[in-house]
């Protein structure tokens, strides 16, 4: 490994753009992470990811840990043999049931379709081989308990009806088409797509495919497609797991509307319908309300006065986006850096968790420099290209959605101004009484399971462990889960806490198995209360002790402080700790109503 190699794959790590690497330099930089065995970044949480191909998946391995590190996530792999992927799902006591997997990548290929039409078909004959074939894969993946992200049917290099193949029924196309739709429709929530033909299509169809190195190699898939596959994979799991970005900070002039707005006045800024420029940026301002509605933090961070910097937003006829979008809106003359901090810290977000967009390459240079953490895109050139330019490398990839995402962005509105107000209070409780909270302590449902397991997976600063369940776990019979509900006077916030917890009646202890809380919530004293229903739970069943395991992950520090005031103590030298229920903690009031609709 030589030191040039390092500090290449070092900046890759950190650079948005890896997906547009050469992928011999993939490889390169794929070898020289394996030799440093990823010791540089012990805060990244290990993920055990299952391949099971229809081709060989051999070269797609290579560079995949490099793009999942890329994402947060330090990875071990499975692969299965090729042409084995089936019996490897279907044995229960296969090495793929063994490696027990949190994750597992099922690529298929239009080779591994079962029941293709042939030219002539008649409308019945294709109705039942299109049910049959959609039985077949959903029957395959229910075998799968964990979570599964699965490539769709790729468009056919060969087309047997040319223009009308993917449009008539005995068209092979058209086929992979109506399977694709009819498996998205009928999935169940455990599995996850990717649009295969949307991705090909990026590539070029003609790229995708290379038939020289199936024949030779058995992988269907072009070397130059790798990258974008691998990206595409990487940052689908990372929504799934928990380490996607959720955070937007954008500058102003040249990037929300063309020109400088201090110099050119309101009049003279370029944004809305009357020029092809104006348009362009209203466009990508549409773009971003976009994200914004999908639960995609919004931030301003602009070297602007910000009287100034507010003006379109209240009086130019032309603007898509509202001063009200955006969760904080800092302009001031004090470096990016520094601003970008601020506004972490008032999101009480980590700094992984931005994307920081402006025109500037000085200022771009210099939040790389300075938070190589935030992935930061020069938006240079025609302001038509910027949507595309931000999609292209997929920084918000979208997992499950539930309403709290489309909500998401008023609710960090008001954590800003309930932060702003604790800064600055002087009786605490008084604050607190004010905000008329009201919480359900509830149990897990079938329209809440989705959100639960979202919850439990990206959440990252208030977390005991990395220990995750897919929905099939949290039904056993043998755990306990209770979901916390949080409103106040300002907003309904939906699902903010979850406790995944089994009673060991042998030794007398209620066990923690994880316990979760969204960042959206903190300073308001809901650990607090979850803790007294916690132990009222534990000593309605007799139990003497709570445990936990707290396992320190770089970003769940805060739990070591907490956990104390919570009348927790470490056990021996291990990461175990307990609280004796004979010698309950005195826990500070927290001023929250509570329902309580557990039946454990």
Known sequence: MTNNNQKILEYALTDPLL????????????KTLSKTTQQSTPEKRITKVAVCGGFMTKFLLEILPLFF????????FYESEYGTFHQDILNENSRLADFCPDLVLLVPTHRDLRFPPTQSISQAKFDENLKQEVEYWNNLIKKINSPVIFFTFDPPPIRPLAEADGLKRGGFLNYVRAVNCRLCNESSGNIHFIDTERLSAAVGLDYWHDQRLFHLAKQPISMDALPLTANSIAALASALIGTARKVLVLDLDNTLWGGVLGDEGLEGIAI?????????????????????????????CSKNDKTIALKPFKRHSGMVLEEDDFAVFIANYRDKASNLRDIASRLNVGLDSIVFADDSKVECE??????????????????????A??????PFPVGNL?????????????????????????????????????AIIENIRDDTITRITQLLAKTNQFKLNPTLYSKDELKRTALDVIAIRLKDRLQDYGIISVVVFETDSLHNVLNICNWVMSCRVFSRRIEFLIMEQLTNIALERGLNEIQLQYIPSGKNSLLADLLPELGFRRRGEQDYFVSKLAEPASLPKHYINLRNNFHG
């Open 19 to 30: 997906v547009d690497y050469d992928v011999l330099l993939l490889q390169k930089l794929a």
């Open 69 to 76: 590190l890329h994402r947060g996530l330090r990875t071990t």
């Open 272 to 300: 809305g319908p009357e020029t092809a420029e104006g348009e362009a940026f209203a466009t990508f301002q549409k773009y971003v309300k976009n994200l914004s509605e999908r639960g995609i933090i919004l931030a301003v």
């Open 366 to 387: 210099l939040v790389k420099k300075e938070i190589p953490e935030i992935w930061t895109l020069e938006l240079l050139g025609d302001p038509s290209d910027f949507p």
């Open 389 to 394: 330019l931000i999609d292209h490398f997929l």
């Open 402 to 438: 539930t309403k709290e995402d489309f909500t998401r962005n008023n609710t960090y509105k008001d954590l800003v101004e309930i932060n702003n107000q604790l800064e600055t209070t002087t009786n605490l409780d008084a604050f607190l009484s004010d905000l008329q909270s009201d």
